[in-house]
T-cell receptor, first 114, second 117 residues
Framework: SAVISQKPSRDICQRGTSLTIQCQVD?????MFWYRQQPGQSLTLIAT?????????ESGFVIDKFPISRPNLTFSTLTVSNMSPEDSSIYLC???????????FGPGTRLTVL | AQKITQTQPGMFVQEKEAVTLDCTYD???????LFWYKQPSSGEMIFLIY??????QNATEGRYSLNFQKARKSANLVISASQLGDSAMYFC??????????????FGRGTSLIVHP
């Protein structure tokens, strides 16, 4: 099973600032996913990050607001830019692949924007 | 239409009793996977169990079992001998297109389980 770590685990940020969240997987994975979970809600996919190509964003999410990097097969970052209180959520990264089976998540980053 | 439906926003169970959390899904794919995750108040998503659409046997992992009824498109999670530590949100999820698709999972709205002593 994949072990995924995220940094930071939580942060409190001021409106208008940006935060970069790091996701590290202990093995090489083809695809990584970034999710947002707003308070009391389910998970919403932000984007899919493949190594060596631009991230693919879901409807309602744009690169200017959520730039993603994927420099290698074990690491990705998500930046939440120009934050507002509406961005207060848990952000989770996940690994994924082209085969069926388990899918593991990082421990999440709990973001509060004041 | 929702791909994953969890109709129970909240469930209560007595410690040591069994509980079933419902999940129905909607897909036209023949090859797909179904997952259950537990999310305690800490926020992490803990993988519990996986069922592939071609698996003939119901998946089991310790006290967790998945009651897979393909014709009814249901994938209920059964937790036997509930423990206080089982109190959490539970999410059902599905990945479609396992024969060449993007493998992007879709999540249900979740069920909050509270285990009483």
């Amino acid at each position: 099973s994949a072990v995924i770590s995220q940094k930071p685990s939580r942060d409190i940020c001021q409106r208008g600032t940006s935060l970069t969240i790091q996701c590290q997987v202990d093995s090489q994975v083809t695809m990584m996913f970034w999710y947002r979970q707003q308070p009391g809600q389910s998970l919403t996919l932000i984007a899919t990050a493949n190594q060596g190509s631009e991230a693919t964003y879901e409807s309602g999410f744009v690169i200017d607001k959520f730039p993603i990097s994927r420099p290698n097969l074990t690491f990705s970052t998500l930046t939440v830019s120009n934050m507002s209180p509406e961005d207060s959520s848990i952000y989770l990264c996940s690994e994924g692949g082209y085969t069926a089976g388990e899918q593991f998540f990082g421990p999440g980053t709990r973001l509060t924007v004041l | 239409a929702q791909k994953i439906t969890q109709t129970q926003p909240g469930m209560f169970v007595q410690e040591k009793e069994a509980v079933t959390l419902d999940c129905t899904y909607d897909t036209s794919d023949q090859s797909y996977g179904l997952f259950w995750y537990k999310q305690p108040s800490s926020g992490e998503m803990i993988f519990l169990i996986y069922q592939g659409s071609y698996d003939e046997q119901n998946a089991t992992e310790g006290r967790y079992s998945l009651n897979f009824q393909k014709a009814r498109k249901s994938a209920n999670l059964v937790i036997s001998a509930s423990q206080l530590g089982d109190s959490a949100m539970y999410f059902c999820a599905m990945r479609e297109g396992l024969t060449g698709g993007s493998y992007i999972p879709t999540f249900g709205r979740g069920t909050s389980l509270i285990v009483h002593p």
